[in-house]
Every structure is written in structure tokens, then in C-alpha cells.
């Protein structure tokens, strides 16, 4: 069983940078396919961003060039950073950790975090 525990979330000014972190209970970590989904209040949850146990990494299109997901194989974390936010950018975001081939599928993800809430006011 992985436990993933999200941190780094808040409030702030569009354009603004945040840098969300997730981290990992288990050392099976590095077998996995980490990503970053995101639920706005009445939306269904999205797809952000993820990195593959060899590194490539993938992004949703509304992210690309503001977003960079990376991950830390010694400390068994993964982070996001968020640059150049906009009122848009505002939900719930969630760590995920899976073997799946569908990067941007939430079916391909096992573990799931509990969230950390990104607010970006105008």
C-alpha cells in the first residue's frame, strides 16, 4: 500500500508561482508512474501533468510551458511547479501514483493522495 501525502498548496495573485510536493511511503515508489490531476468545484477531475518511472513527462495542453513536474527517486517525492498562474488554475490538486499505460487517465492511477488546494485570485 503507497500513502501519498500532497503539500504546498495556497492562496495567490495570478502570475504568481506555487510549488506543490508529494511524497511517497513506500521505496516501490520509483516503479510507479507519478501525475498531477485537478478538480475544480463542479468540474470533473483533469489531467495535469505526468512523469514516467523513466522520466518522460507529459502535459495537458492548458499547462504546457507553466507547469514542470519532476521527481526525486532519493526521497521517494515528486513535485509540481506552478509558474505564471492564472484565476483558471484554481482546484483541488491530487498526487497520484499507478502502473497504468494512459498517462492522462485517472483509471490508470492506484493511490491517490488526499489533495492540497491551489487558489488563484484575479
Known amino acids: 500500500q503507497v500513502q501519498l501525502v500532497e503539500s504546498g498548496g495556497g492562496l495567490v495573485q495570478a502570475g504568481g508561482s506555487l510549488r506543490l510536493s508529494c511524497a511517497a511511503s513506500?521505496?516501490?515508489?520509483?516503479?510507479?508512474?507519478m501525475a498531477w490531476f485537478r478538480q475544480a468545484p463542479g468540474k470533473e477531475r483533469e489531467f495535469v501533468a505526468a512523469?514516467?518511472?523513466?522520466?518522460?513527462?507529459y502535459y495537458v495542453d492548458s499547462v504546457k510551458g507553466r507547469f514542470t513536474i519532476s521527481r526525486d527517486y532519493a526521497k521517494n517525492m515528486v513535485h509540481l511547479q506552478l509558474n505564471s498562474l492564472k484565476p483558471e488554475d484554481t482546484a483541488v490538486y491530487y498526487c497520484?501514483?499507478?502502473?497504468?499505460?494512459?498517462?492522462?487517465?485517472?483509471?490508470?492511477?492506484?493511490?491517490w493522495g488526499q489533495g492540497t488546494q491551489v487558489t488563484v485570485s484575479s
Open positions: 513506500e521505496g516501490t515508489f520509483s516503479w510507479y508512474n
Open positions: 512523469i514516467s518511472s523513466g522520466v518522460s513527462t
Open positions: 497520484a501514483a499507478g502502473g497504468g499505460i494512459d498517462f492522462d487517465t485517472p483509471t490508470s492511477y492506484k493511490y
